[in-house]
């Protein structure tokens, strides 16, 4: 069943590029299909329950939105970095930004622990990090075959 959900969130992901709109733009309705294959990855990972995972999803969603907002301003900092042409107020926005992104990290594992265990939010934060490991990677396939 794990292999599954993999399969199809990485099926998905490779449709993505097609159907965006504007290179590197998801529409509404495909960044909620998106988000929506990303917590059904998470939740299957974590090996959550039927009864906590309505829980686990209504939590999981305000802490995407939060993050969307404070790491889209990320971004666009993050170009002006890479591209050598940001100022001392950028560095100090980017700063505060991290320290943000952080806060909102501490608060969700606050709110997260009040439904499911340490092992369970380990999990969550591990299965984070192979579905960001997985985007890398599809993302670095593409850009070989053009």
Do not use: C, W
Not at 69 to 97: F, G
Request: glycine share 2%.
């Amino acid at each position: 069943m794990k292999k599954l959900y993999l399969i199809i969130v990485l099926a998905f992901l490779a449709v993505l590029p097609v159907t965006a709109q504007e290179r590197g733009k998801l529409t509404p309705e495909k960044r909620k299909e998106f988000r929506e294959y990303k917590m059904k990855f998470l939740a299957q990972e974590m090996g959550l329950k039927e009864e906590s995972r309505k829980k686990f999803f209504e939590v999981y969603n305000q802490l995407s939105d939060e993050r969307y907002d404070v790491r889209s301003d990320m971004h666009e900092i993050n170009h002006k970095v890479k591209d050598n042409t940001a100022t001392d107020k950028d560095y100090a926005t980017l700063n505060r930004l991290k320290e943000q992104d952080a806060e909102i990290d501490k608060k969700y594992d606050a709110k997260f622990a009040t439904f499911l265990t340490s092992k369970e939010i380990f999990k969550m934060k591990e299965a984070e990090n192979v579905f960001r490991q997985k985007l890398h990677e599809m993302k670095a396939k593409k850009g070989k075959r053009r």
